[in-house]
């Protein structure tokens, strides 16, 4: 069983649609979730953090749950910048030089269209 | 903004040649990484790097070795290339902090998309 693991999608969808991407992971001491975003031949950069509590960031937001160890990404309101490969990030680490040693699920990709 | 450059975008070369790519960043990050991500598979850690002249293995070190003699540079060395070490390679650095999520932002190079033939 992969460490972190995706849907790979294709997800296409119309603008203005809600998707929602779920990430699952097997460590279950991991400390921390991330959800990046990939642009086509580009780098990975953060697209936000993921709290316990839930988190929201304008159309965006990210849910943890611990017990099942999943994952989740809501994009509400979807514009065709959206267009990426969204990337489920786990951090196992418990400290000392584990800090920062990510884990990448495989990416959902998403496409927008008009 | 915290600048993490790959000296190369694009490389191509032959099977059994020894590769370097570099990688810089300019802000006093400690912790260095090094990825290949490849269709289907996603991010995978080759090597990383916590301090100068530290390195530790990642998930998939074998064919490849690192150097970190200086805190901005970390490089990562295909002593005999082979094909399927065709791939995009990524550098990252870690930018640390206070608080427990902070340590865990990676800041991304622009990938060297290697070919060996």
């Known amino acids: 069983r992969k460490e972190v693991e995706q849907d790979p999608g294709p997800f296409n969808v119309p603008e203005g649609a809600t998707v929602a991407f779920n990430c699952t992971y097997s460590?279950?001491?991991?400390?921390?979730f991330f959800w990046y975003r990939q642009d086509c031949r580009k780098e990975p950069k953060l697209l936000m953090s993921?709290?316990?509590s839930g988190n929201e960031d304008g159309r965006f937001t990210a849910q943890l749950n611990r017990a099942s160890q999943y994952i989740s990404l809501l994009i509400r309101d979807s514009k065709l910048s959206d267009s990426a490969t969204y990337l489920c990030?786990?951090?196992?680490?418990?400290?000392?030089?584990?800090?920062?040693?990510?884990?990448f699920g495989q990416g959902t990709i998403l496409t927008v269209h008009p | 903004d915290v600048k993490v450059t790959q000296s190369s975008r694009y490389l191509v070369k032959r099977t059994g040649e020894k590769v370097f790519l570099e990688c810089v960043q300019d802000m006093d990050h400690e912790n260095m990484f090094w990825y290949r991500q490849d269709p289907g598979l996603g991010l995978r850690l080759i090597y990383f790097s916590y301090d100068v002249k530290m390195k530790e293995k990642g998930d998939i070190p074998e064919g490849y070795s690192v150097s970190r003699e200086k805190k901005e540079r970390f490089s990562l060395i295909l002593e005999s290339a082979s094909t399927n070490q065709t791939s995009m390679y990524l550098c990252?650095?870690?930018?640390?902090?206070?608080?427990?999520?902070?340590?865990?932002?990676?800041?991304f190079g622009a990938g060297t998309r290697l070919s060996v033939l």
């Open positions: 460590n279950s001491a991991s400390q921390s």
């Open positions: 990252a650095s870690l930018q640390g902090g206070g608080s427990k999520v902070a340590k865990n932002i990676q800041y």
């Open positions: 990030v786990v951090n196992a680490g418990a400290g000392g030089t584990s800090y920062g040693k990510l884990t």
């Open positions: 993921v709290y316990s």
